[in-house]
């Protein structure tokens, strides 16, 4: 059974930084493309990075250059590093593993 647990929300001022976590057990997060997604109430949920089987990564454009996702293969968890962050950042944060889903995480940016 695959489970996707995140971590790391909470209230933070503009322009400050956040590192999500999203530690996973039933697969291993090499052989599986990660991403996060975010969403806000009435909105559809929004793809914000990738992080590919090799490595590769890509980014949303409304948060490339402030975004940074990684994965440490040793502990089986995938981050997103969060800086410069904007009142537009706040939402629900989601984990996501090809098919699979965590329970997100709330971001909260306000002064």
């Known amino acids: 059974q695959v489970q996707l647990v995140e971590s790391g929300g909470g209230l933070v001022q503009p322009g400050g930084s956040l590192r999500l976590s999203c530690a996973a057990s039933?697969?291993?997060?090499?052989?599986?493309?990660m991403a996060w997604y975010r969403q806000t109430p009435g909105k559809q949920r929004e793809w914000v990075a990738i992080?590919?089987?090799?490595?590769?990564?890509n980014y949303a454009s409304s948060v490339k250059g402030r975004f940074t996702i990684s994965r440490d293969i040793a502990k089986n968890t995938v981050y997103l590093q969060m800086s410069s962050l904007k009142p537009e950042d706040t939402a629900v944060y989601y984990c996501?593993?090809?098919?699979?889903w965590g329970q997100g995480t709330q971001v909260t940016v306000s002064s």
């Open positions: 992080v590919t089987t090799g490595g590769s990564t």
């Open positions: 039933g697969i291993i997060v090499s052989f599986a493309t």
């Open positions: 996501s593993a090809n098919a699979w």
